[in-house]
């Protein structure tokens, strides 16, 4: 016995179907936008974007420092302690080298790659990374385990975004 | 608690871009469940369904819309949604309708239409991404994939090629199943030689978006047993959440799917789960997941997952085979009905109705696994004959 016969449905369409009109479709698209609160911990940790420095908050609990802020440790499940400057320097703790845009367009032809890692905050807790960017490297280069310092924006040209910081590039301590 | 059973699966087949509507998909997978155990659908008492993110429809209130082609209609009718896992997590949501006594007979229906998203649905995964530190940075999903890849590699020295061994394996395996949508076999060269998407994943490491639908019947041992003499029993679920700060998590090794699959084990009685496990259908949208959940499913020893690949211990006449239906990376990945279609994979197989599929040696036990949300969800379920 099989279970072939209890597999009925899904008809599939061609592009040809779609692109010669063979079948009905509506389209639409939603012009609707959104202004998002910042919350009380990110609107600090923006402010301190612009002002070129990466601001935490500790949890004296579990002793935590904690990158991006947060106003509860979500594993003590308290309100969280006190506001510390950790350093934008770091680890890439893992990477890829990304030929896709946000849409699955692809890259054009000559266009460096997205350089997307996480990035192991210094002074933060061991392992408390962040999303970013790495620039200033050649791909090949890239290794887990490499330190990294961030770029800035120039001051004025910050808005508060985690964009005021253009990427990580590698960094040799001196 | 009482036991339940799945007593009847259908599902539609899987394809790149379906003419019928997420309605339409439900209603085909759904009759052919009911059809499947000989029921009408004045016999089920309530229905639980899932379907992943409201937006590849466009309508933001997907659970009530589908709930007709589920069968909802003048019924207790409840939608999840947990990303990638809803899939599994929905038989644990239709689970607990039965196992509690309130009913005992759930209809767990699970649909996923991505192909109404343009131009793609790869851009509207960047709305699962924190707004504000990270939206901006204009990810896309394949990052995610592509860091916990690197990161688990790195940490175990494992290839490139050691991982793409696993969309060879599952791609020709899903030749075999009647619903899905691929017809040719592929090569480890194919794999390799496929364009790279974001190092280390390449085109054919993914897979790929579809429609489609799949359908289970659930009911109580009394219900059950009356209807057919080869129930499948629920023996275990499990499911746990970790913190959406997914990077504060080391990505190498996912313990969330560990605390999930722990407590599905615990339930089930079972101790040493690779040992005691006959068939796995871990969650496999890139090929390195369904090792890296192998791991997390505590069925294979961290770091030495590829060399038991290798040494054949995952095949399906191995030790305990891996994704006999051809996962989501040989059947198709319509994310919802993908997860519920390695649940109908589990009853076939226990009942020995795989056909050309069937794993040999008479499995009683399986376990089914998929994954979601921000790297953060894992649903497990256990299922024995
Ligand atoms: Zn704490």
């Given at each position: 016995?099989?279970?072939?016969?209890?597999?009925q449905?899904?008809i599939g369409l061609?592009e040809?179907?779609?692109?010669?009109?063979?079948?009905?479709?509506?389209e639409?698209?939603?012009?609707?936008r959104?202004?998002?609160?910042?919350?009380?911990?990110?609107?600090?940790?923006?402010?301190?974007?612009?002002?070129?420095?990466?601001?935490?908050?500790?949890?004296?609990?579990?002793?935590?420092?904690?990158?991006?802020?947060?106003m509860?440790?979500?594993?003590?499940?308290?309100?969280?302690?006190?506001?510390?400057?950790?350093?934008?320097?770091?680890?890439v703790?893992?990477?890829?080298?990304?030929?896709?845009?946000?849409?699955?367009?692809?890259?054009?032809?000559g266009?460096?790659p997205?350089?997307?890692?996480?990035?192991?905050?210094?002074?933060?807790?061991?392992?408390?990374?962040?999303?970013?960017?790495?620039?200033?490297?050649?791909?090949?280069?890239?290794?887990?385990?490499?330190?990294?310092?961030?770029?800035?924006?120039?001051?004025?040209e910050?808005?508060?975004?985690?964009?005021?910081?253009?990427y990580?590039?590698?960094?040799?301590?001196? | 608690?009482?036991?339940?059973a799945?007593?009847?699966a259908?599902?539609?087949?899987?394809?790149?871009?379906?003419?019928?509507?997420?309605?339409?998909?439900?209603?085909?997978?759904?009759?052919?469940?009911?059809?499947?155990?000989?029921?009408?659908?004045?016999?089920?008492?309530?229905?639980?369904?899932?379907?992943?993110?409201?937006?590849?429809?466009?309508?933001?209130q997907?659970?009530?819309?589908?709930?007709?082609?589920c069968?909802?209609w003048?019924?207790?009718?409840?939608?999840?949604?947990?990303?990638?896992a809803?899939?599994?997590?929905?038989?644990?949501?239709?689970?607990?309708?039965?196992?509690?006594?309130?009913?005992?007979?759930?209809?767990v229906v699970?649909?996923?239409k991505?192909?109404?998203?343009?131009?793609?649905?790869?851009?509207?995964?960047?709305?699962?991404?924190?707004?504000?530190?990270?939206?901006?940075?204009?990810?896309?999903?394949?990052?995610?994939?592509?860091?916990?890849?690197?990161r688990?590699?790195?940490?175990y020295?494992?290839?490139?090629e050691d991982?793409?061994?696993?969309?060879?394996?599952?791609?020709?395996?899903?030749?075999?199943h009647?619903?899905?949508?691929?017809?040719?076999?592929?090569?480890?060269?194919?794999?390799?030689?496929?364009?790279v998407?974001?190092?280390?994943?390449?085109?054919l490491?993914?897979?790929?978006?579809?429609?489609?639908?799949?359908?289970v019947?659930?009911?109580?041992?009394?219900?059950?047993k009356?209807?057919?003499?080869?129930?499948?029993?629920?023996?275990?679920?499990?499911?746990?959440?970790?913190?959406?700060?997914?990077?504060?998590?080391?990505?190498?090794?996912?313990?969330?799917?560990?605390?999930?699959?722990?407590?599905?084990y615990?339930?089930?009685?079972?101790r040493?789960?690779?040992?005691?496990?006959?068939i796995a259908?871990?969650?496999?949208?890139?090929?390195?997941?369904?090792?890296?959940?192998?791991?997390?499913l505590?069925?294979?020893?961290?770091g030495?997952?590829?060399?038991?690949?290798r040494?054949?211990y995952?095949?399906?006449?191995?030790?305990l085979?891996?994704?006999?239906?051809?996962?989501?990376?040989?059947?198709?990945?319509?994310?919802?009905?993908?997860?519920?279609?390695?649940?109908?994979?589990?009853?076939w197989q226990?009942?020995?109705?795989?056909?050309?599929?069937?794993?040999?040696g008479?499995?009683?036990?399986?376990?089914?696994?998929?994954?979601?949300?921000?790297m953060q969800?894992?649903?497990?379920?256990?299922?024995?004959?």
């Open positions: 016995m099989s279970n072939r016969q209890y597999i449905g899904g061609s040809d179907d779609i692109q010669q009109g063979k079948v009905f479709f509506a639409d698209s939603l012009n609707c959104y202004a998002w609160d910042m919350g009380v911990a990110i609107e600090r940790y923006l402010r301190e974007l612009k002002n070129g420095r990466i601001i935490a908050k500790s949890c004296n609990e579990c002793r935590r420092i904690m990158v991006p802020p947060r509860f440790c979500e594993l003590c499940f308290r309100p969280s302690d006190d506001w510390v400057f950790v350093q934008d320097t770091g680890v703790n893992t990477f890829s080298i990304c030929y896709v845009n946000w849409d699955a367009s692809r890259i054009k032809p266009e460096t997205h350089l997307p890692a996480v990035i192991e905050i210094d002074g933060a807790s061991k392992g408390m990374g962040i999303m970013h960017r790495l620039g200033e490297v050649d791909p090949k280069d890239i290794k887990i385990g490499m330190r990294v310092k961030a770029v800035w924006k120039p001051a004025e910050r808005t508060g975004a985690i964009t005021d910081i253009k990580f590039k590698p960094y040799q301590e001196v | 608690m009482r036991k339940v799945v007593i009847g259908g599902m539609t087949k899987f394809v790149r871009r379906a003419l019928e509507t997420p309605k339409e998909l439900s209603f085909e997978a759904t009759k052919a469940a009911l059809d499947s155990c000989g029921l009408r659908l004045e016999d089920i008492e309530c229905v639980a369904h899932g379907s992943a993110p409201d937006a590849f429809d466009g309508v933001h997907k659970g009530e819309y589908l709930a007709d082609g069968g909802g003048n019924k207790p009718t409840m939608r999840v949604f947990v990303g990638g809803t899939g599994v997590h929905a038989i644990i949501h239709g689970w607990y309708h039965v196992a509690s006594g309130m009913f005992d007979t759930c209809l699970c649909e996923e991505m192909s109404n998203a343009m131009p793609h649905a790869q851009g509207f995964f960047l709305t699962i991404f924190d707004h504000t530190t990270e939206r901006a940075l204009q990810p896309n999903l394949l990052w995610i994939f592509a860091l916990e890849k690197n688990y590699m790195q940490r020295g494992y290839t490139k991982m793409a061994l696993v969309a060879v394996k599952n791609k020709n395996q899903g030749l075999k009647p619903a899905s949508q691929f017809k040719d076999p592929v090569t480890l060269e194919d794999i390799l030689n496929s364009e998407m974001a190092y280390p994943v390449n085109r490491d993914v897979s790929p978006v579809s429609d489609g639908a799949a359908a019947v659930l009911a109580s041992e009394k219900v059950a009356r209807l057919t003499d080869k129930p499948v029993w629920v023996e275990g679920v499990g499911w746990s959440l970790d913190t959406a700060y997914w990077g504060t998590r080391d990505l190498y090794y996912p313990r969330y799917t560990e605390h999930a699959a722990r407590m599905a615990k339930m089930a009685g079972i040493e789960p690779h040992k005691q496990i006959n259908e871990p969650y496999d949208p890139f090929g390195y997941k369904a090792l890296h959940h192998m791991e997390g505590l069925l294979s020893p961290r030495k997952t590829v060399q038991l690949l040494d054949g995952f095949d399906m006449d191995g030790n085979p891996m994704c006999p239906s051809g996962g989501l990376l040989g059947v198709g990945n319509p994310i919802a009905a993908a997860g519920m279609m390695k649940i109908c994979e589990l009853f226990l009942r020995g109705e795989a056909g050309e599929r069937q794993v040999p008479n499995p009683k036990l399986g376990v089914a696994q998929a994954w979601g949300d921000l969800v894992s649903s497990v379920v256990v299922m024995g004959s």
